[in-house]
Nanobody
Framework: VQLVESGGGSVQALGSLRLSCSISGDIGSNYCMGWFRQAPGKDRGGLAT???????RYAMSVEGRFTIVLDNAKTTLYLHMSNLKPEDTAMYYC????????????????????WGQGTQVTVSS
């Protein structure tokens, strides 16, 4: 599985961006996918995840502002971002993991196997 992010850029505070993650290869029928970010000098943190059951989870810092969407063909993962703040400035990464049939864990708490190279988002005040 290969992941390639795009859609990053510079935007003013309160603006919006849509990040895309192109997915090639077969992740299978059972999976977790997610968006993460890392700001300079900080650890990488999870933002949003989506499971093969459609369940979505969000970090408190982005809930209500960001939306994760996976297209039906599982070829593109999106992160719709609105009401952006300067503290959202970071490198954004998408990630994916195949899970076992019947797995009932949390996509927010697994270690992801596949990662993209990242796309930079810069929000100015």
């Amino acid at each position: 599985v290969q992941l390639v992010e795009s859609g990053g850029g510079s935007v003013q505070a309160l603006g919006s961006l849509r990040l895309s993650c192109s997915i090639s290869g077969d992740i299978g029928s059972n999976y977790c996918m997610g968006w993460f970010r890392q700001a300079p000098g900080k650890d990488r943190g999870g933002l949003a995840t989506i499971g093969s059951d459609g369940d979505t989870r969000y970090a408190m810092s982005v809930e209500g502002r960001f939306t994760i969407v996976l297209d039906n063909a599982k070829t593109t993962l999106y992160l719709h971002m609105s009401n952006l703040k300067p503290e959202d400035t970071a490198m954004y990464y998408c990630a994916a993991k195949s899970t076992a049939p019947g797995w009932s864990g949390s996509c927010a708490r697994v270690e992801y196997d596949f990662w993209g190279q990242g796309t930079q988002v810069t929000v100015s005040s």
